[in-house]
C-alpha cells in the first residue's frame, strides 16, 4: 500500500475532533449487531409448530376447491359457492372456525377457571351485600335507642313535673308525708343521705319511669282533679272528665 500522504488536502480536511473515533465505533459496532441479527433471523430454521401454523393459516385463508371431496359432495347436491347452507337458505356461509387449543392444560380446564372466578365475584357480591345490610340494620338499631332515649327523657321531665306537681298540692292540703316516698321531689341535700334507702326502696318497688308516671297522674287526677299536661285544676271529677282533652299522656301528645 502507498504511505498516506500527511500534506494533502484529504488528510487535512478529516474530522480530528476529540471523541468522534469513539462514536464512530460505536455506531459501527450497532450496525453489526443488527446486520447480524437480520441473518440469524433469515437463516434461523423454523420449528414444527411454526411450520403448522403457517400452513394451517394459508389453508384456513384460502377458499374450498374442486379438490375438495365434502366442497365436491356439495355441488352434486346444488349447492354453489358463497350460497347459505340449507333447504331455505338460512344456514352458514363459511365454514366453522378451527379452534386450535394450544396450551397444555386439560380439556375443561378454561371452563372451570371461569366458573370459578364468577363463584368468586358472586362471593365478593354477596358479602358487599351483607355489609350494607348490617351497616342499614346498625343504622335503624341506633335510630330507635336514639328515638327510645328521648322518650325516656321526656317521660323522667314529666314524672319530675309530676313529683313537683303532687308535692304543691298535697301540701295545699295540708298533707305532709307523700303517699308514697316517690311522689314527691326530695331535695338535692337529703339525696346524698338517703343514697341507700332509695336504693332499698327501687329493689322493693322495682318499677318503671312509665310506671311511676302513670301511676302518679292517675293519682293526681283523683285526689287533686289536676292534669299535669293541660296544666289545670279542676273542679271536680265531672268537670275533669268532661273538660280535659284525655285521660292519658298519650291522648295529650
Request: proline share 3%.
Amino acid at each position: 500500500d502507498d504511505e498516506e500522504d500527511y500534506m494533502s488536502d484529504l488528510f487535512i480536511k478529516q474530522d480530528v475532533r476529540p471523541g468522534l473515533p469513539m462514536v464512530r465505533r460505536v455506531k459501527e459496532a450497532i450496525q453489526k449487531e443488527e446486520k447480524q441479527k437480520e441473518a440469524n433471523a433469515k437463516n434461523r430454521q423454523k420449528s414444527i409448530k411454526e411450520e403448522e401454523k403457517e400452513r394451517r393459516d394459508v389453508v384456513l385463508k384460502s377458499a374450498l376447491g374442486n379438490d375438495n371431496k365434502g366442497f365436491a359432495l356439495l355441488q352434486k347436491m346444488g349447492y354453489k359457492s358463497g350460497q347459505a347452507l340449507g333447504k331455505s337458505g338460512e344456514g352458514i356461509v363459511e365454514p366453522i372456525p378451527l379452534n386450535i387449543k394450544t396450551g397444555l392444560s386439560g380439556l375443561g380446564h378454561e371452563e372451570l377457571k371461569k366458573r370459578k372466578a364468577e363463584e368468586k365475584l358472586e362471593n365478593y357480591r354477596q358479602k358487599l351485600h351483607m355489609k350494607k345490610q348490617a351497616n342499614e340494620q346498625a343504622a335503624d338499631q341506633f335510630r330507635i335507642r336514639f328515638k327510645n332515649k328521648q322518650e325516656e327523657r321526656k317521660m323522667e321531665g314529666d314524672l319530675r313535673k309530676s313529683q313537683r306537681a303532687c308535692q304543691q298540692l298535697d301540701m295545699q292540703k295540708d298533707i305532709d308525708v307523700p303517699k308514697e316516698t316517690w311522689y314527691w321531689l326530695k331535695p338535692e341535700e337529703e339525696d346524698k343521705k338517703d343514697e341507700e334507702d332509695e336504693e332499698d326502696e327501687c329493689t322493693s318497688t322495682d318499677l318503671s319511669v312509665s310506671e311511676k308516671l302513670h301511676i302518679l297522674t292517675g293519682y293526681l287526677r283523683e285526689q287533686h282533679f289536676y292534669c299535669i299536661w293541660c296544666g289545670i285544676t279542676y273542679e271536680d271529677a265531672e268537670d275533669l272528665s268532661s273538660n280535659c282533652p284525655g285521660n292519658s299522656a298519650a291522648d295529650h301528645d
